[in-house]
């Protein structure tokens, strides 16, 4: 990294400004009367701030009248299982070579992961994008390469651009498992569900790096929350916090932009120009423990069919219930924090995870596993 690089990064992990801001933190929630028993409760909607909430340990530093909820936005945990099952099902035809980023080849389906699946003997291979299925698919015209899109508005414009891609070189045997997901619809489920008693929102910086803050409005005007489209480095997220806090002292709700130094409030014109050309909203979408959403998922246009996995493969497309003793749900949803899930850290591990939260090191169980768990099984123990 370049030294100018170095001094960018380093401005956002600065502890001296990381003191002030959280002195600041103290003094508004005092302001605002939060105590521990009735904290203030921010929802940080990305898995990416889950992950570095956990990294810098900014659960810990900040007042303990202020909680963070663990949204839904890691796109591997809200996959339901029965589409891990489809993906095993299109994985183990002996035609198919099936490509997909690591998180998602170790997602529980009702029988087997990915990764179980090629332990039996399907060809499934990891990639880093779906430019390199796309070049699978080119070097092995005999096989059918099939690259899992799944992610929201961040991983969607890669994806669309592969498929504008493969149908400008005329390459046939590649095709796309689309279940990428939009987060607006997301959103207002949770605002929509009972009890629901978040404060405010840090918005998910890199899909508003895409979408722009516009689509974001309705949660100020409808909903009256304030949300603060946040950057990713510790100083970013607390002075994110703040200025959620500070629209709460003042009694307004906006929508505001932290990260401005790479989110535009319109978006990214080309990224969104992809997405509109290739993807349109499904009626409804599938969650993990969230059951299905309005308009939360998008499938490949007509003029695309020919890319579509779901029209070139029988896809069993069943739905499967998480087991019993899975609280996915309630964690996504906020109703519980993962220590409080009955299994976890005993038989859902990241080595054995029961539940998706589990799996990626962006979800809420795994960040509690790795950073906070002994502290966590002793206390529930
Ligand atoms: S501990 Fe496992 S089963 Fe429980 S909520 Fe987390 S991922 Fe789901």
Redesign the pocket.
Known sequence: MSQSGMKYVDEFRDPQAARVLLRELDLSIERLGATPSKPLQIMEVCGGHTHAIFRYALKDLVPPALEFVHGPGCPVCVLPMGRVDDCVAIARRPEVIFTTFGDAMRVPGSQMSLLQARAEGADVRMVYSPLDALALAEANPTREVVFFGLGFETTMPSTALTVLDAERRGIKNFSLFCNHITIVPTIKAILDSPGMGIHGFLGPGHVAMVIGTAPFEFIATEYKRPLVVAGFEPIDILHSLLMVLRQLEAGEAKIENQYARLVDPNGNRVALEAITRVFELREFFEWRGLGSIDHSGVRMRAPYARFDAEKKFAIPNVRIADPKS???GE?LKGAIK?FQ?K??GRA?TPQT??????VSSEGA?AAYYQYARRAHIETAA
């Open positions: 899975c609280q996915c964690v993962p899930c299994v976890f859902c995870p029961l539940g998706a939260l589990m169980c």
